[in-house]
């Protein structure tokens, strides 16, 4: 379902380009559940914005669901993403006016009506422990509630592809078990393909696959470059 050919990153920093990634060749199958682990810098939330077409290859050609993402423009990659693709980041990002049922309707606007999507909501939120918690803000929620809501938020629309960018990063070890399990779990349920990428060894191993970003990218005979410069 995801295919990626040729693609290259690389970024200009005072002067100097700093190659990041060159992947010659990366498939991916629909329902496969891939953990990429990798140590800091190396280019792994880059990968995840040029899957999820935030951001724009050098060259190369990002293929997902039969749709050629990197030859699109802003517009039609946001609207492919919203309708297609299911994110998760370390922080949340959840907004703090708005009640936990109120941060997952966002996800939703304008694609189902009333009461069916109030009753998805209490259905999605009860899945993942939260059936009480619908009125809470992100304030009242614990850290691990708050990334379970950005997870209803991610996968309400059934994305056929889900990205986690350290998703159990800032959480305990007990609460990034329970969150790294429930990931894997409701997109198993799904069949939907998942993306993760960490620097949690015990998480990866969670995985059916596991793969470390310089097996992805078999360029990174560059690295020392980056090294040489203070970004
Ligand atoms: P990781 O997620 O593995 O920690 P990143 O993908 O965030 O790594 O970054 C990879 C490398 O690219 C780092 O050296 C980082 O400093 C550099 N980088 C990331 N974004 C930019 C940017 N917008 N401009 C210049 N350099 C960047
Ligand atoms: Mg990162």
Redesign the pocket.
Known sequence: MLEIRGVRKR???AGKT?P??DISEWNVNQGEQIAIT????????????LISGIMKPDSGVITIGGERLSEMNEASRDTYRSAHIGYIMQDFYLIPSLTARENIQMALSGSRKGKSRQANIAEWLERVGLKDRGHHKPAQLSRGQQQRVAIVRALIHEPELVLA??PTGSLDWETADEIGNLLLELCDSQRQTLLV?T?DLNMAERFPVSKH?HEINLMNRNMQV?GD?A?
């Open positions: 970024f200009q920093v700093i990041i990634l990798g140590p800091s810098g190396s280019g792994k939330s880059t990968l995840l914005h960018d350290e990428v620097h970003i980056q410069i970004i």
